[in-house]
């Protein structure tokens, strides 16, 4: 039977089986809220940038007792798992579409098993176009059950039906062990496209396009003061230092939550983590997907897995160890581009375990052998010799060295495809390390300068027009980055937001100053709020579950002669703490308890096995 497919359609028995059914109404809700991404008809064809389909008539698709669907589909598992916006597919299925290709314009697309991964016959994918009423076989692929399951890529030149009124067929059949197709389709056997485009065919040789691309770098758990460009001279980071130097360095940017997934969550959101004011806001991806950018995101997922939400707005949503292969990664966004992109990329490769020991060679390591981690710190019941301190840190210089050293390969990919010139570069981390300072080691436990003080460089791409090789001293905020992404981008911000443009201090203008306000919730014991300006931090200290006055605690620093935060001042000042207390309360009177970010009990193996990887579960 064929129908005509709606530009929405998501129903929970199909989408259980695509997307794993305990997720399947969150998804179906998060998919429904922009439908610039999943509309498949009409003009839209998946919004397609700059007009590159001239005409796309109405799709009709005929799917073997399910319902149409688009859906976001998970194809792998483990740290190679890839999820993509797709036509979800059963064995049996076909999608038809009728369009007008242009000239030096690709079809492309990629084709996954999305479930069973590992049993069940072999999925056949064909691509037919059907010109004058004969189909013409253009591509096929096949996605067997493996337990390493991923996405093909299918790439067509349709340069030969340019300008022709042409149908295109996608095709899904279960095939037998010797590749012929199964007499019949299994039920249970899905596939899936990723949503099709038609993109230019060498999307580098394209001019530069008004708009500037963006790639937003998030190096999780990197401090500051931990680089040459703001003054260590203990590490080796050769290929920042150069990137600071060529672009903007800010030399005070303060996170505003000193671990992942609340820091990340605020600086994709323009928000604080919980003092929100009753604010909402979406994930920069879907402003700027539905503003045309195609959105990608790579990242080593725990902390910021999808079903944190985190992948709301991105086409892809990759777990990927991109960091390890920079140039391919560069290679691969730009060859699926086909207009402005917007690519985030995170990686956990200076969070611990730290494994890399090229900077602690020479040093005694005790009882540390080449690796670090809070396995280690809790097995040794947290007492580790002056010695192993320092080993310790060590190896984390080994492991910034390292992620230099790529990140340089990265720089090196994106100016051999002529993409430094159009592309904003954003790169900062969620928050920093805690070195003994405070008697601890890690991240997590405060707001102390060294947990939430975090690099932040831009480059700044020359059309936009601003002067670089600049360092700029004033005191910014993490969530400042989504205003001030979407203003360079020329994306209006249709709601408001508690961070703030700073175009001004990249036209070198003066920015208002104002105190940056970084808080600590998802704690067992006390929660702590800190106010800073570039004189003096503020920490209020007080039990998770009561606010009893007597429970409450106050600290403050003078940080021109104290940057160590190690002398507390509260009791010299006490109008002045009462002020900065007020203040404190103001922000956090209408905070959003239900958002307090709590690992969840119910989370699957996977990234349980994850969390506790990274040290967020059985800490």
């Known amino acids: 039977m064929i129908r005509r497919a709606p530009v929405l ?285 195609r959105t990608f995101a790579m990242t080593g997922a725990g902390q910021l897995d999808s079903s944190f939400g985190f992948d709301q707005g991105f086409e892809t949503y990759r777990v990927f160890d991109w960091i390890h292969e920079p140039a391919a990664t560069v290679e691969w966004i730009d060859s699926r581009a086909g207009g402005p992109f917007f690519a985030f990329l995170h990686t956990y490769e200076t969070h611990e375990p730290y494994t890399h020991p090229a900077l602690a060679a020479g040093l005694p390591p005790g009882r540390i052998s080449g690796e670090f981690s809070k396995a280690l710190w809790n097995r040794w019941d947290k007492v580790l010799s002056e010695e192993e301190k320092r080993y310790a840190s060590a190896l984390y210089d080994g492991d910034i060295a390292y992620t230099d050293g790529r990140l340089g390969e990265l720089f090196e990919a994106l100016e051999k495809r002529n993409l430094m010139a159009s592309t904003l570069i954003v790169l900062t981390s969620d928050h920093g390390e805690q070195f003994w300072e405070h008697g601890s080691w890690g991240h997590g436990q405060n707001v102390y300068d060294h947990q939430i003080r975090v690099p932040l460089l831009v480059h700044l791409p020359p059309a936009l027009g601003f002067a670089a090789g600049r360092a700029i001293e004033a005191q910014v905020e993490l969530i400042d980055l989504y205003p001030t992404v979407l203003d360079l981008a020329g994306v209006p911000l249709p709601h408001p937001v508690q961070g703030r443009s700073l175009r001004p201090l990249l036209e070198a203008r003066e920015l208002a100053p104002r105190p940056a306000f970084a808080e600590h919730t998802n704690v067992r014991r006390t929660e702590q709020k800190g106010l800073r300006t570039p004189r003096f931090k ?71 096995k994850q969390l506790e990887a990274l040290g967020y579960i059985g800490n």
């Not at 485009?197 to 931990?226: F, G, K, M, Q, Y």
């Open 9 to 293: 359609a998501a129903l929970a028995a199909l989408a259980g089986v695509a997307c794993g059914a305990p997720q399947v109404e969150e998804r179906t809700r998060r998919l429904s809220e922009f439908a610039t991404m999943t509309a498949v008809a009409g003009n839209d064809f998946g919004k397609a940038p700059e007009g590159s389909l001239r005409e796309v008539d109405d799709l009709e698709v005929a799917l073997p007792d399910a319902p149409e669907a688009v859906q976001r589909v998970r194809v792998g598992s483990g740290f190679a798992r890839d999820e993509r916006v797709a036509l979800v597919a059963p064995a049996g299925s076909r999608y038809r579409f009728r369009l007008r290709p242009i000239a030096n314009h690709r079809f492309r697309t990629a084709v996954g098993r999305a479930w069973p991964e590992s049993e069940g016959p072999p999925l056949g994918f064909t691509v037919r176009v059907d010109p004058d009423g004969e189909g013409i076989e253009v591509a096929a692929e096949s996605a067997p059950p493996e337990p390493s399951a991923r996405w093909r890529e299918v790439a067509i030149d349709l340069d030969r039906w340019a300008d022709m009124e042409i149908e295109l067929e996608l095709r899904v059949e279960a095939a037998t062990a010797g590749g012929a197709i199964a007499a019949a389709s299994p039920v249970g056997v899905v596939g899936a496209w990723e949503l099709p485009r038609l993109v230019p065919a060498a999307t580098a040789e394209n001019p530069a396009r008004p708009r500037p691309n963006i790639i937003w770098i998030s190096v999780d758990t990197l401090r500051a003061d931990r680089l040459g460009a703001y003054g260590y001279r203990h590490g080796s980071t050769p290929s920042l230092d150069r990137f600071a130097e060529r672009g903007l360095r800010f030399d005070w940017a303060i996170s505003q939550a000193p671990w992942t997934r609340p820091s990340h969550r605020s600086m994709l959101t323009g928000l604080y983590p919980g003092a929100r004011a009753g604010l909402v806001s979406p994930m920069i991806g879907v402003l700027l997907h539905g503003a045309g950018y």
């Open 538 to 608: 503020f920490i209020l200290i007080e039990p998770r579950k009561s606010h009893e006055p007597s429970e409450v605690r106050f600290e403050f620093y003078d940080l021109r002669a104290d940057p160590g935060e190690q002398r507390d001042l509260a009791h010299l000042y006490p109008e002045r703490v009462e002020t900065l207390r007020q203040e404190v309360r103001r922000r956090v009177h209408d905070a959003q308890a239900a958002t307090d970010e709590e690992v969840p009990a119910a989370i699957g193996a996977e990234l349980r």
